[in-house]
Structures are given as C-alpha cells and as structure tokens.
C-alpha cells in the first residue's frame, strides 16, 4: 500500500487545514530513513518555493534520488522555470483556448488557477486538466493574455502559503480529490499490499469489462491484498498514486489510453495493456507483416496503397471474390468490409482510404463461429466460440440505431482443438507477455489466426462462463506476482 506524504516549510503552512499525521516539514523529510524498500513513497511537494537549489527544488531531488513519486517532478519544476521551455509543450492548445473564452472578451489579461488540475469555473476545466497532464504540479498559476486569440503568456508553480482563504479552501477540495487517501475516514480495514487503478469509460457503449466483471475485479484484487479503485480520464494526474494500471477501455494509438499507458509505464507501474502491446496489437498492417515474418498461421493478406490502382488488379486476379478489406485500426468489426466485385472493391477501398493510406485485403474464410483464446503471459486462460449474427458473416452487425452480436460458447481450454491454441500462441509470442484475446478460425482441422486483441473482453456471464471467479483470481493474482517482482527489482 503506498504512503503519500506531504512535504511543508513549516508545520504552522499546514494550519488553515484539516490536521493530518502525513504532513511533514521538509526538515523531517530530509532527515527521514529510506524505510521499507517494498513500500511505494508518493510525495506532494509544497514547499514554499520550487526556485532552483531552494528547499522546495530539493525536496523534490531528493525524492526522486529515494525512487519516490513526487509532484511537482524535477523536470516540472525545471520546464516551469524558463519560458522557453514550458512554451515548447503550449503549442497544441489553441482549440481548448478558444473554446474556454467562447463567452468572453477577446481582449485584455486574466490570472487562472489550477489546484491539482481543476478549475473552479467550468469553462476552464479542460484547460486545467491538459496543462496538469503536461505540468503536474499542486498549484499552478496561469497568466492569460487575449488580444485577436487568447494565449498563455506565463505558467507559475506556487505554493499554498499564497493563498487566500477562498482559495485554501480550493485547493484543499482539490487535494481531497486528487488523493483521498490522505483525508480517507471510516471503518479501519486490512491495509493493502498494493493500489491497482483500472481504468473504464463509463460512456463507452462496448466497453472490454461490463459492471459485473469489474466488481470480480475489485473483489478479487481486495481478497490477494491488491486494492483496487475504478478510475477515468480525468484521472490522468493521479497515476503516480498506484502501483498497477489495468485498462479496461478500448485502447487505441491516437487515444488517451495510450497515453495513460505510456504515462503509468514511465512511473514504474505494472501495465496491461503495455504501450508495446497496444502499439503492436492496434494496426493490422503490423499484424499480417508480423505474421508472416514468425509463420504465424493465418488468411491470405495482402496491402494495399491509396492510389495505386494496380494494387487492385492484382488482388483481383490472385484473390478474386470475395474479399475481405479491413482499416488497420478498426474493432469490433467496424472498418471491415466484405466485396463480391469489382465495383463494390472500387466503392469500398475508395471510401475507406479516406481514413487510412493502407488497407488490408484478406481471403474470405467463412465459418460460423470464430475462437477466442485469452492468453495471459503466454499461458491460455479461458476459450470462447463466438458465433457470427444470424444472416451475417461476422460477430458484430452495426446498424444506424443499434448493434447486435452473436451467440457464444465458453469452454475449458483442455477442449480446444490444438491447432487452435497452438496458433493463438504462437501469435502472441513476438508481441509481449500481456493479456490478449486471439481470434483464430478453424478450418478442416487448421487454425487461422484473424488478429490478436491487446484488449480483450472479459464479461461476467461470457468469458468467465466455464472458470467463474477463478479466471478473475488468475488476472488478479499475475498482476500481484508482478507488483511483487517490481517492487523486489526483478522485473
């Protein structure tokens, strides 16, 4: 269980506050052992200054020196120094600008303040919160300057011993949301080994885990000492607090997840899905090229490019009809189309190059249902038959109003066909050690993979149909065996 501990001048900087027993001077700090290695360490600097070789500057050094987390972080401190630093990063921000003064003025100067990353008044919420992801730091004081646009003309760590009492009262608000830990009451239970965030987007209309899968989830993490908290975007800032990030949102490359990914594995926490595997798993032009160069079993595939039309008679001559055409980062099986001529490819690739230069082109194999093999650090955890829409080639069916899937199946792994799991994986293991959902069609006795999913469902009353709460204790219990190992520096 990590211990968040918050670093002052003076203790008397505290006073205006709820008393805590996690405030500490930087004195005490300074002088505090290393302690349990195993103990993850998150420190809130709020040190009366952040100038360079000042006491907030070492604070934070230090921390860093201990394999602490902390906030603001060296480089934060350092980037908010100099202008010409912090305004590499301010680049991409015009949009969020424009659309948080949509109502005001165009012209004249205005001072923000974000605690935490969260802004009292609405409008400036956004702004807030992208900052705070390129600048995690407490408080953070933001100039604003508009004359034909608005632009941030200056960006200002400061410290709460400058605020007035409306604004202490801000921040403390802020700082019990950003990590409740620190103010959390009630009943005393078993202190955790570990913190897990999962992250989820309760928006999200095919989400990889419904309610009841991650209710298993928290359960069966609290039961192996792991706890678990569901978290979302806006909870970007608060990655350094866990020691374990699980994603179960639909990743993709162009999307937060990524970035949450790439953010949790550059803090030292235990990942899945790892940017690796995201990055690998997301494209199909990736896929079909990794498949051939490891003679991963597969469905004839070939690439094709936006403009070259000879790419076109070619697949026509070699692959003739049908033909399946895909976008190399759909799911769910959007972006994927079935053509029977060569008007409907024209019409179809025609379309979908609009959203991509390459698109995959691959032998139609029909069968009636496709396997799902969850491989979890290259070991099979659960088998699935997933049976294609009633009148329909795939899975999924989108319509404009709702989307339908078909039937499934789930069995032991022991019942699968062993070309089958020989092919699932194979072809998870040049991508990494993760948790992956492989599609693979059976065809007289031969397995085809389709694709490999960095994100694969788990469903209560689907994918743990056969294994029940054991398949959640075997996800759960791998995350713990890698905590174990991070924190031992084996891994």
């Known amino acids: 269980?990590?211990?968040?501990?918050?670093?002052?001048?003076?203790?008397?900087?505290?006073?205006?506050?709820?008393?805590?027993?996690?405030?500490?001077?930087?004195?005490?700090y300074l002088a505090t052992e290393q302690g349990d290695a195993d103990q993850r360490v998150r420190v809130i600097n709020l040190c009366g200054s952040y100038a360079y070789l000042s006491d907030g500057?070492?604070?934070?050094?230090?921390?860093?020196?201990?394999?602490?987390h902390v906030i603001p972080s060296v480089k934060v401190i350092n980037d908010l120094g100099k202008n010409a630093l912090y305004r590499l990063q301010l680049d991409d921000?015009?949009?969020?600008?424009?659309?948080?003064?949509?109502?005001?003025n165009q012209n004249g100067e205005f001072t923000l303040y974000s605690y935490f990353g969260t802004s009292p008044e609405p409008e400036?919420?956004?702004?807030?919160?992208?900052?705070?992801?390129?600048?995690?730091?407490?408080?953070?004081?933001i100039t604003l300057r508009g004359q034909q646009q608005w632009e941030i003309s200056d960006l200002t760590a400061i410290s709460p011993r400058h605020l007035d009492d409306t604004m202490q009262t801000l921040f403390a608000e802020a700082l019990d949301k950003f990590s409740k830990k620190v103010w959390r009451k009630g009943r005393p239970r078993k202190a955790a080994r570990y913190d897990l965030a999962i992250l989820i987007n309760p928006e999200e209309k095919l989400p990889p885990s419904n309610r009841s899968a991650l209710k298993k989830f928290i359960r069966t993490g609290r039961q192996l000492g792991i706890d678990v908290e569901l978290i979302t975007q806006k909870h970007y800032g608060r990655l350094p607090e866990f020691d374990g990030l699980f994603i179960r949102e639909t990743t993709a490359i162009d999307h937060p997840t990524y970035r949450f990914a790439k953010k949790a594995e550059a803090e030292g926490?235990?990942?899945?899905?790892?940017?690796?595997?995201?990055?690998?798993?997301?494209?199909?032009?990736?896929?079909?090229?990794?498949?051939?160069?490891?003679?991963?079993?597969?469905?004839k595939t070939w690439i094709l490019h936006r403009g070259n039309a000879?790419?076109?008679?070619?697949?026509?001559?070699?692959?003739?009809?049908?033909?399946?055409i895909k976008i190399p980062d759909g799911s769910f099986s959007r972006g994927i189309v079935k053509v029977n001529n060569r008007r409907e490819l024209e019409q179809k690739v025609a379309e979908l190059f609009e959203q991509s230069a390459l698109l995959l082109a691959q032998e139609f194999l029909y069968t009636d249902f496709d396997w799902r093999i969850g491989v979890f650090n290259h070991k099979a955890l659960y088998a699935c038959r997933y049976f294609m829409v009633k009148n329909h080639w795939q899975i999924y069916r989108h319509g404009a109003n709702r989307t339908d899937s078909g039937n499934f199946a789930t069995m032991p792994t022991f019942e699968v066909p062993k070309a089958v799991l020989d092919a699932a994986l194979r072809a998870t293991q040049p991508i990494g050690n993760g948790l992956y959902g492989v599609?693979?069609?059976?065809?007289?006795?031969?397995?085809?993979?389709?694709?490999?999913?960095?994100?694969?469902?788990?469903?209560?009353?689907?994918?743990?149909?056969?294994?029940?709460?054991?398949?959640y204790r075997l996800i759960m219990s791998e995350f713990l065996r890698r905590m174990d190992n991070r924190s031992k520096g084996l891994e």
């Open 439 to 471: 599609d693979v069609k059976e065809i007289d006795g031969k397995g085809y993979v389709i694709e490999v999913n960095d994100n694969p469902n788990i469903d209560s009353g689907i994918e743990d149909k056969y294994l029940g709460d054991e398949l």
């Open 93 to 104: 921000l015009s949009q969020a600008l424009a659309r948080a003064f949509k109502h005001r």
């Open 310 to 324: 000879a790419h076109l008679d070619k697949l026509e001559a070699t692959a003739g009809f049908p033909v399946v």
């Open 124 to 141: 400036f919420q956004e702004l807030t919160r992208l900052l705070f992801e390129r600048f995690p730091c407490p408080i953070l004081q």
């Open 1 to 28: 269980m990590a211990n968040t501990l918050l670093v002052v001048d003076e203790l008397a900087d505290w006073s205006p506050y709820y008393p805590s027993d996690q405030v500490m001077t930087f004195e005490t």
């Open 269 to 299: 926490l235990v990942v899945i899905d790892d940017p690796t595997s995201i990055l690998r798993c997301a494209n199909k032009v990736y896929l079909a090229d990794m498949f051939r160069t490891h003679k991963v079993p597969s469905p």
């Open 57 to 68: 500057y070492y604070c934070s050094l230090l921390a860093e020196a201990r394999n602490h």
